[in-house]
């Protein structure tokens, strides 16, 4: 028998201990439940902080991307407007100073 059953057994006859160990159990049993809440409380808080810091880094983060992506659209536009010769020499300047990096 568990502690529901000598709980819901309750209006048999009983000796006096038996009243008592079984008020015992459920004590007990109230007291590990309630442990177990405080730890599942804190478990849901410490998972609910992270899911919102991880959305405000991912909400930075898009940011940026937008800011590269139209920074990389300003720059392409710009360049279709060089001469075929300059880019030659921009090419070739990062060539070399990707060499040099190595």
């Known amino acids: 028998m568990d502690i529901v059953d000598d ?6 006859m009983h000796t006096p201990k038996e009243v008592s160990d079984i008020g ?20 849901h808080e410490h998972f609910q902080r992270e899911w919102y810091l991880r959305g405000d880094k991912i909400e930075r983060l ?13 720059i392409a536009d710009v360049s279709e407007r060089w001469e075929d010769s ?16 190595k």
């Open 86 to 101: 300059l880019v030659s020499q921009i090419n070739e300047m990062a060539h070399q100073a990707l060499k040099e990096g």
């Open 62 to 74: 898009r940011s940026k991307v937008w800011a590269l992506l139209n920074e990389l659209q300003r």
């Open 24 to 43: 015992e159990k459920a004590a007990d049993e109230i007291e590990r439940l309630r442990e177990r809440l405080k730890r599942a409380n804190e478990n």
């Open 7 to 12: 709980l819901r057994d309750l209006n048999s």
